[in-house]
């Protein structure tokens, strides 16, 4: 079975701009040339192809496990077809994302490379916030808002939405950290102890966030939306320094397959 559909008739196709919103990065949203909407040129709609892992204050944390009504304990698996039909359904929430926001935000009209670099918006500490940006917060939480949904159906209680997780320096493992406790420490003013955590918009596991089956981050490139997205190398003075988002997944939650980029129109890269 195919990792990602073709989209057909009414699921519409619009090219767009933005990335995932990088927890208060706004360099990383890269750019693509624009094409035409798919409300104006209906051929597109037949055709597919979304990290700073760090949680900054300022986000209020979301962390969405679903609760199996059997318990964790029955999840011990995940088969090839249930992987199959997982990956079908992220992907097609992020082809719905995106076109969304494009018919909300811009009408439409997918943006041009200088409309991606302009200011939409100013932030609460008066920064200005690009188009990249704004598009691609909003394409991610869309899409996280479909995830949801289509999980809750096809695997409940064994997926959670931007987990964190954070290195325990006495066993010397990467455990899961509940939503609870990163609240506490954002609210008591604590969070540089939440320094080098990270957070993966989609994990597959047993119903044990800390037993990890799959790994997967929306990627929702600006420009160049037919070429697959790098995974980021982080930059100096991260904690993660000299290593790529990728690796670290692979690393700290030793999923059973390399982790995933679900992007608009390609669909699933490893």
Same mark, same amino acid.
């Not at 409940?156 to 997780?165: D, H, I, N, R, V």
């Not at 997967?216 to 600006?222: L, N, R």
């Given at each position: 079975?195919?990792?990602?559909?073709?989209?057909? /008739? +009414?699921?519409?196709?619009? #090219?767009?701009?933005?990335?995932t919103p990088e927890r208060g990065r706004t360099d990383r949203y890269g750019l693509d040339s624009a094409t035409a909407s798919c409300r104006q040129t209906p051929a597109l709609c037949a055709r597919v192809a979304g990290e700073e892992t760090l949680l900054p204050a300022s986000r209020s944390v979301q962390v969405a496990a679903s609760v199996g009504t059997a318990g964790s304990a029955v999840l011990r698996v995940l088969t090839e077809v249930e992987r199959d039909l997982i990956e079908q359904a992220l992907v097609e929430c992020a082809e719905a994302a995106r076109s969304e926001v494009i018919l909300a935000l811009l009408d439409g009209v997918p943006p041009t490379e200088e409309k991606c670099r302009e200011e939409a918006a100013r932030d609460k500490k008066n920064q200005p916030? #690009?188009?990249?940006?704004?598009?691609?917060?909003?394409?991610?939480?869309r899409a996280r808002e479909c995830a949801q949904r289509r999980l809750s159906e096809l695997r409940?209680?064994? +997926? #959670?939405?931007?987990? #964190?997780?954070r290195y325990d320096t006495l066993t010397e493992r990467w455990e899961f950290i509940d939503e609870k406790t990163v609240r506490s420490l954002l609210?008591? /003013?604590?969070?540089?102890?939440?320094?080098?955590s990270i957070a993966p918009d989609v994990v597959i596991h047993t119903g044990d966030p800390n037993r990890v089956f799959e790994v997967?981050? +929306?990627? +929702?490139?600006?420009v160049n939306t037919d070429e697959p997205t790098q995974w980021r190398d982080y930059p100096s003075g991260s904690p993660h320094e000299g290593r790529n988002q990728q690796d670290l997944y692979m690393g700290a939650l030793r999923p059973t397959q390399l982790p995933a980029v679900i992007q608009p129109r390609i669909g699933v890269i490893r």
């Open positions: 079975m195919p990792r990602w559909p073709w989209v057909v /008739g +009414f699921a519409v196709w619009l #090219s767009g701009c933005a990335g916030v #690009s188009w990249a940006r704004k598009l691609g917060t909003e394409m991610h939480k409940p209680g064994g +997926f #959670s939405l931007e987990p #964190s997780y609210e008591q /003013g604590r969070g540089g102890e939440l320094k080098g997967y981050d +929306f990627k +929702f490139p600006c």
